[in-house]
């Protein structure tokens, strides 16, 4: 069983940086497609971020909201996913989480698409 556990998150000025991390356990990390979301209260989890099982150039989806802000990583060795998140602004805030999708070649954009979920960290920018 796929287990993903978030850390990271915390209260920051608009500005700011923060990098979440996503550890995962229980499977092989290279053979999954890892993806971030987020949920602001009383709105849906949108996508924010996803990386195949290759990372690196080509391999990687944003979000139109978070391109040129946010940066998506994996470290297969680590099994670890990161979430570089940089330039924050207020409508930034949300609980962010993370997701694995068993199609390695993936970066789904969809919730559905993702088998395993992470209980996510809460991200709360000031203005």
């Known amino acids: 069983q796929v287990q993903l556990a978030e850390s990271g998150g915390g209260l920051v000025q608009a500005g700011d940086s923060l990098r979440l991390s996503c550890a995962f356990s229980g499977r092989t990390f290279s053979s999954y497609g890892m993806g971030w979301f987020r949920q602001a209260p009383g709105k849906e989890r949108e996508f924010v971020a996803a990386?195949?099982?290759?990372?690196?150039?080509?391999?990687?989806y944003y979000a139109d909201s978070v391109k040129g802000r946010f940066g998506i990583s994996r470290d297969n060795a680590k099994n670890t996913v990161y979430l570089q998140m940089n330039s924050l602004k207020p409508e930034d805030t949300a609980v962010y989480y993370c997701a694995a999708d068993q199609r390695p070649w993936s970066f789904a954009r969809l919730p559905i698409e993702y088998e395993y979920w992470g209980q996510g960290t809460q991200v709360t920018v000031s203005s």
């Open positions: 990386i195949n099982w290759r990372g690196g150039v080509g391999s990687t």
